[in-house]
């Protein structure tokens, strides 16, 4: 039995025995008031053993209510437990007057609104950490049509930035002899290319020249947070066909000198926007780099999701014939199996894709293809724009099929960050840079400036 194992049983004695304390619960379904009230009690609490089967007891509960109910019980976490404004102004004078450790420890007790310390104790019930960031994926769905729940989600977000840490998370490799409930969780998650049954995750995960590899958390048990599939080939792949042909060439794993990051899946929707997928992508690549040190090249064949919406919406003027040019090029469903209209719209629409990636921003000054704000943001290049990458019916709807190889140099990857981070500059390959003046088809290997 692991130590973790033994910490779960440890918790839930000491939550049985505390329920004990408690008395019996009743068996009528638990209510919103009666949540809250327990939550008043949990929080005002200082027994450890009582502490955690009061926090058991609003989580067992909680999960019970229904949607109108959980919506119900968020509100009155909003409302309920605010930071006290006067103890703030007080605290505040007494920082501005005095700058001691002791008043700043002062201030920013004063500032912290109780529901974190809610959540911290409710963290204790065994199963507490999962629970919390089921109440969060609940609760975002309501965040855009009830904003004062941005409180409760600023609390949680701040809580899980330091629970998750890249320090608690294990890097494990997914194999074919993973145990069977994990290996259902990546069919589930794939969120990129979808996995079809058993005979398709073998493919992505058995042969000598796939991998795939997991972060997990000690609190969360077997149920990933991200996962990455990584494809060895000799050299860079341009369409995800390629990647994913059940008829591929078999070689000999010493000849791969490239390592190719295909799909990147977050798992859980409560952790949305804590960032895993810079360590995922680095640590794997070092650990490849380990394991086959001939491997020279670790790229990615990612998607462009939001170009064809984008693109739709007449981004810029400067481009608006050209958006109007291109869409009128690609209204039939099939406009790739004809010859001179795909040629004509690789013509029209490669530059604007280079365009949208290097040029086009969003209101904080940012690339606003989400896909290049992570990659560059990482440390990675624009390595090369790909022509009908991904033909499949999603890949057409969102980028008229485009793909793009994003390279990670490993020894460039710490000077891109900084240099996007405080210039916001994009690096690229010039070939990419080269599209966006006239069309001009990619050498095999990019030079990079």
């Known amino acids: 039995m692991s130590r973790l194992s033994l910490f779960q049983d440890l918790l839930t004695t000491i939550s049985e025995r505390g329920l004990g304390l408690l008395g019996p619960v009743t068996g009528s379904a638990p209510t919103v008031e009666s949540l809250i009230d327990l939550c008043d009690i949990l929080i005002s609490n200082r027994g450890e053993a009582s502490g955690v089967a009061y926090a058991r007891r609003v989580l067992r509960g909680y999960k019970q209510l229904d949607d109108e109910q959980c919506l119900e019980f968020y509100r009155a976490l909003a409302n309920r437990y605010h930071p006290n404004v006067d103890e703030v102004k007080q605290a505040s004078d007494a920082y501005i007057s005095d700058q001691t450790p002791g008043s700043l420890a002062g201030l920013l007790h004063a500032a912290a609104p109780p529901r974190q310390e809610l959540f911290r104790r409710l963290n204790l019930a065994p199963g507490g950490t999962a629970a919390l960031v089921g109440l969060r994926k609940g609760l975002l769905r309501h965040l855009k049509d009830e ?3 941005q409180a409760i989600d600023n609390d949680l977000k701040y809580l899980f930035d330091s629970w998750f840490n890249r320090g608690f998370l294990v890097l494990q490799h997914i194999d074919w002899r993973t145990p069977a409930n994990v290996l259902e969780k990546i069919i589930e998650y794939e969120a990129v290319h979808e996995i079809n049954g058993w005979d398709a995750l073998r493919r992505r995960v058995y042969p000598p020249d796939r991998r795939c590899f997991a972060f ?16 060895l080939t000799r050299g860079t792949p341009a369409a995800i066909a390629d990647v994913l042909d059940e008829q591929r060439e078999q070689f000999d794993i010493e000849e791969a000198r490239t390592a190719v990051f295909y799909s990147i899946s977050n798992c859980q929707e409560g952790l949305r926007g804590i960032s895993f997928g810079n360590f995922l992508i680095k640590q794997v690549a070092e650990e490849l780099a380990s394991e086959l040190p001939q491997l020279k090249r670790f790229v990615t064949l990612s998607p462009l999701p939001g170009f064809m919406r984008w693109l739709q919406n007449s981004p810029d003027g400067l481009l608006e014939n050209e958006a109007k040019q291109a869409l009128d ?14 040629e004509k719209a690789e013509e029209l629409l490669m530059p604007i894709a280079a365009y949208y990636l290097l040029k086009a921003k969003d209101e904080d000054r940012l690339p606003i293809d989400p896909v290049t704000r992570f990659h560059i943001g990482n440390g990675a290049s624009l390595d090369r724009i790909n022509w009908l990458g991904n033909i499949s019916p999603r890949g057409l709807r969102q980028s008229a099929g485009i793909m793009v190889n994003y390279l990670y140099d490993l020894k460039k990857i710490e000077k891109i960050h900084e240099s996007y981070v405080d210039n916001g500059t994009i690096a690229a390959s010039r070939n990419v840079r080269s599209e966006i003046s006239h069309h001009k088809k990619p050498a095999t290997t990019p030079k990079h400036e």
Do not use: S
């Not at 997990?216 to 494809?231: K, M, N, R, S, T």
């Not at 209204?331 to 010859?339: A, G, S, V």
């Open 329 to 342: 090029t690609i209204t039939e469903f099939d406009w790739y199996k004809h010859p001179e209209q795909m």
């Open 216 to 231: 997990f958390h000690p609190a969360i048990g077997d149920e990933p947070l991200i996962f990455v599939e990584v494809a």
């Open 147 to 149: 904003p004062a729940l």
